[in-house]
């Protein structure tokens, strides 16, 4: 198998960062002194980028002379926020969820996420073994669903297409067919096929549970948001970027150039990622087959901002839905693409 506890560990992090770095607010932010500035992040393919960038000395690169940025490892999503509330760290990771409804109604204020530079755009897939399932609408009452937690982005993507395709009701129904449950134990449950009848899965999940030629993808993220949707980004409060204004554009110029270097040597990459989280069975050559399928989704792009954010005031989960994905972002990153 593709997994271990190491890697359940890994991606679990991964989906709760994504999912709730930003749910409760930064009181009160400070400046990182000039040559100390610590970037949070969690665990999980999905942070390769910043990974890559620390190997490579690629924030040091892009710095001004005397300007110092490290990554700074949280075991888990409550520990970042934390520390981004005590102006411990610069900038934080966020699912996109979470970022929209960490700055509503904020505007203008210091403790205002902005969105300094994109990390990735993993897609996420919802998955089936079952032969009589095709489409979201053959899932009885009975099936359940497999999400890593009630406020993974999982969630929200299973909203919004089950809303465009039966409306509220139908996002009534499904929404009592969720279960929450670790990423190794739904892939087991999927392949079983007991009482798990779908499961929305990330990489390296989603590859694990595909070499099973019973297994058949129904919807993806993508298809849910008409379009590739950041997973995970960075933010940082705008106080913290009055202070460091050159922060944004150090970070995404070196995500950018760690993408790239993905890209281009996807054999590497993979090497810095087990360097970085050391794994008993998932070697060097699983996570380049890996790399080498999701080369195009890593990189400072932010992505879904609008679709995301127009769904999250329909369901009442924003005041205000920005008008442009460039309102959310830092200068250096709105001459960029996005959407």
Do not use: C
Request: no cysteine; proline share 5%.
């Amino acid at each position: 198998m593709l997994w271990n506890r190491t890697a359940a560990l890994a991606l679990g992090l991964t989906a709760l960062l994504a999912a709730g770095v930003a749910e409760a607010q930064p009181r009160r932010t400070r400046a990182q002194p000039a040559d100390a500035i610590k970037i949070g992040v969690g665990h999980g393919i999905g942070f390769l980028p910043l990974y890559v960038a620390a190997d490579l000395k690629l924030f040091d690169k892009h710095a001004a002379a005397g300007l110092r940025l490290s990554l700074q490892r949280f075991a888990n999503a409550e520990q970042l926020r934390r520390a981004l509330a005590r102006g411990e760290i610069a900038a934080g990771a966020f699912g996109l969820t979470a970022f929209l409804r960490a700055r509503d109604g904020k505007r203008q204020a210091p403790e205002e996420m902005v969105a300094v530079s994109g990390i990735t755009t993993l897609p996420l897939v919802l998955l089936t073994a079952r032969r009589e399932i095709k489409s979201l609408s053959d899932l009885k009452e009975g099936d359940r669903i497999a999400v890593p937690s009630a406020t993974a982005p999982q969630v929200t993507f299973l909203r919004m297409q089950a809303e465009r395709w039966f409306g509220g009701e139908g996002w009534n129904r499904l929404r009592t067919q969720l279960i929450a449950m670790p990423h190794r134990e739904a892939v087991d449950a999927l392949l079983a096929q007991g009482s798990v009848a779908a499961y929305f899965a990330s990489p390296p999940f989603t590859q694990a549970a595909l070499k099973n030629p019973k297994v058949r993808p129904l919807m993806t993220s993508v298809e849910a948001a008409g379009g590739k949707t950041s997973f995970l980004i960075l933010a940082s409060p705008r106080a913290v970027l009055a202070a460091q204004p050159q922060l944004a554009g150090v970070l995404s110029k070196a995500v950018d150039e760690a993408a790239a270097a993905i890209r281009k040597d996807p054999r590497a990459a993979a090497s810095i990622w087990l360097k970085y989280e050391p794994s008993h069975t998932l070697d060097a050559r699983a996570v380049e087959a890996i790399l080498r399928e999701l080369k195009d989704d890593f990189g400072s792009g932010i992505y879904g901002v609008e679709a995301m954010a127009a769904h999250l005031r329909r369901a009442g989960r924003l005041q205000e839905a920005p008008a442009s994905w460039k309102d959310v972002v830092a200068p250096v990153l709105a001459r960029g693409e996005g959407s």
